[in-house]
């Protein structure tokens, strides 16, 4: 069934969205994927060699450094490995890959009226994709736990992380729609806003802990505090003279 009674048809507008704390609360996933493979490792000779604060702090190193681009999942999980005094880290990086990606469904949960509103946008007829600083088929996983069966861009597999132009430049590519007829929603002023204004989209702020915008960075043309808010708030988008 395509429309929904009362709301202005999408048609023609693409909508980006930013997964994590945006769409879905993963629950520090990673970390605990990094925990469980310390226990394989230990339990097939590997040597912990340090306490469990030390050893979160280690891996809360890691994923910064993967997160800011610095390195993939698989040289993160690799250098994880090696320290563990284990010769070969391959097996263990698949290893990791599918303990997190087993983890989804255990630890990831949708934030208030994601599932509902990726739903009502796609009935309203909008073209919708989601583009995330990640990894697939982690990202993607999450997105089907959100029940969207869409297309996942991750940043791991275009080889730019947001806020750089080369991923918007995917996102519009995929949607196949001018820039200024898409909207991206995203929680992270300097990532998810900043990136998508300088691609010439639309930017909504998904500002749900009450967070203050930074100074200096360019503005989002909404914010909202709820995905509630979403629908209505992309309704003005709609209008053929924008
Ligand atoms: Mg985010």
Redesign the pocket.
């Known amino acids: 069934m395509f429309g929904v009674p009362g709301k202005p048809s999408l048609a023609g507008l693409g909508i980006g969205f930013?997964l994590?704390?945006?769409l879905i609360i993963d629950n520090k996933l990673e970390r605990v994927a990094f925990l469980r493979l310390l226990e394989h490792i230990v339990d097939h000779g590997g040597e912990q060699k340090s306490g469990f604060e030390a050893q979160g702090k280690q891996i809360d190193e890691l994923l910064v450094a993967q997160r800011a681009g610095r390195m993939t999942i698989e040289d993160a999980v690799r250098l994880f490995v090696r320290d563990h005094a284990v010769s070969d880290p391959e097996p263990y990086v698949k290893q990791f890959l599918d303990i997190a990606v087993s983890l989804v469904d255990p630890l990831c949960v949708p934030q208030p009226h994601a599932k509902q509103v990726l739903r009502e946008l796609a009935r309203r007829g909008a073209t919708i994709a989601i583009l995330s600083n990640g990894w697939n088929p982690l990202q993607e996983k999450k997105a089907r736990r959100l029940g969207f069966g869409g297309s996942v861009l991750a940043s791991a597999q275009i080889g730019a992380q947001k806020p750089e132009p080369q991923a918007f430049a995917a996102l519009v590519k995929l949607l196949a729609l001018p820039q200024h007829k898409i909207v991206y929603v995203?929680?992270?002023p300097r990532v998810?806003i900043v990136g998508a204004v300088a691609a010439g989209m639309r930017a909504i702020w998904m500002n749900g802990d009450g967070m203050s915008y930074p100074t200096g960075a360019p503005k989002p043309h909404a914010t909202i505090t709820s995905l509630d808010e979403l629908s209505d708030a992309l309704t003005v988008f709609a209008q053929p003279t924008l």
Do not use: C, L, P
């Open positions: 930013d994590d704390h945006t995203g929680d992270d998810d």
